[in-house]
């Protein structure tokens, strides 16, 4: 069947498709035709530490300065506290003052919900996933089925999380993991940091308060 219907080839080697960021809807790289591509990245990988607690990753790429209205920089860092939960912050760094749009993508089991408050979680036995976009850090968020599924294929519903800036943006969620039906209790904040006798912003220094289950941890970048 994929053999056979272009959208469905192309739907799979886009960055889209993909739990990844995108600026406003376009590739990392141009897709010419199906493993064909127009524009190479090398992405840089800024900064990994694994230890028996957490690990923590940092890369960042510049697929989207060659845009119109370039991104000179989009990174992604990933927070992994052991058997607790996920946090993933994206920076894209602009140039010029025009607007774009900004996507995050996760691609969740059938049968995932959005839940009040701009959340979302997967649903079924075994394990699960709650989706917590951070307040003030995040955008519109939007669960759809798989645009275009394929029979005895494995077709996710497609959740976006999508802003709009004319400057330099920052998009934080964090994803907790619990089992079967058992929803933790889940609350994020962003905590205010101060320097030099004034408040930094979130870009500037990225400090969150995460609670689950009443345990209250305290995250600073």
């Given at each position: 069947?994929?053999?056979?219907?272009p959208?469905?080839?192309?739907?799979?080697?886009?960055?889209?498709?993909?739990?990844?960021?995108?600026v406003?809807h376009e590739d990392?790289?141009p897709?010419?035709?199906?493993?064909?591509y127009?524009?190479?990245v090398?992405?840089?990988?800024e900064?990994f530490v694994?230890?028996?607690?957490f690990?923590f990753f940092?890369?960042?790429h510049?697929?989207y300065?060659?845009?119109?209205?370039p991104v000179?920089?989009?990174?992604?860092?990933v927070?992994?506290?052991r058997g607790?939960?996920?946090i993933?912050?994206d920076?894209f760094?602009?140039?010029?003052?025009a607007?774009?749009s900004?996507?995050?993508?996760?691609?969740l089991?059938?049968?995932a919900?959005?839940?009040?408050?701009?959340?979302?979680?997967?649903?079924g036995?075994?394990?699960?996933l709650?989706?917590?976009p951070?307040?003030g850090?995040?955008?519109?968020?939007t669960?759809?089925?798989?645009?275009?599924?394929?029979?005895?294929?494995?077709?996710?519903?497609?959740?976006?999380?999508e802003?709009?800036?004319?400057g330099?943006?920052l998009?934080?969620v964090v994803?907790v993991p619990?089992?079967?039906?058992?929803?933790?209790?889940?609350?994020?904040?962003?905590?205010?940091v101060?320097?030099?006798k004034?408040?930094?912003?979130?870009?500037?220094?990225?400090?969150?308060?995460?609670n689950v289950?009443?345990r209250r941890?305290?995250?600073y970048?």
């Amino acid at each position: 069947e994929i053999r056979h219907d272009p959208m469905k080839r192309r739907w799979r080697v886009g960055s889209s498709a993909h739990n990844v960021s995108t600026v406003n809807h376009e590739d990392h790289v141009p897709v010419q035709k199906i493993y064909r591509y127009g524009w190479p990245v090398t992405p840089l990988v800024e900064a990994f530490v694994s230890e028996p607690r957490f690990a923590f990753f940092s890369g960042v790429h510049e697929g989207y300065r060659r845009l119109p209205q370039p991104v000179a920089a989009q990174r992604r860092s990933v927070f992994w506290l052991r058997g607790e939960y996920w946090i993933i912050i994206d920076r894209f760094t602009v140039e010029g003052e025009a607007e774009r749009s900004f996507q995050q993508h996760f691609h969740l089991p059938p049968g995932a919900t959005v839940l009040p408050g701009g959340r979302a979680r997967t649903t079924g036995a075994g394990g699960n996933l709650l989706l917590v976009p951070v307040p003030g850090l995040t955008g519109a968020l939007t669960l759809e089925p798989n645009p275009h599924p394929i029979r005895s294929y494995q077709n996710p519903d497609h959740l976006q999380i999508e802003a709009r800036a004319t400057g330099d943006l920052l998009m934080a969620v964090v994803l907790v993991p619990f089992t079967d039906e058992v929803v933790p209790v889940v609350a994020v904040e962003v905590i205010p940091v101060e320097a030099d006798k004034r408040r930094l912003s979130p870009w500037e220094a990225t400090a969150l308060a995460i609670n689950v289950n009443g345990r209250r941890d305290v995250y600073y970048q």
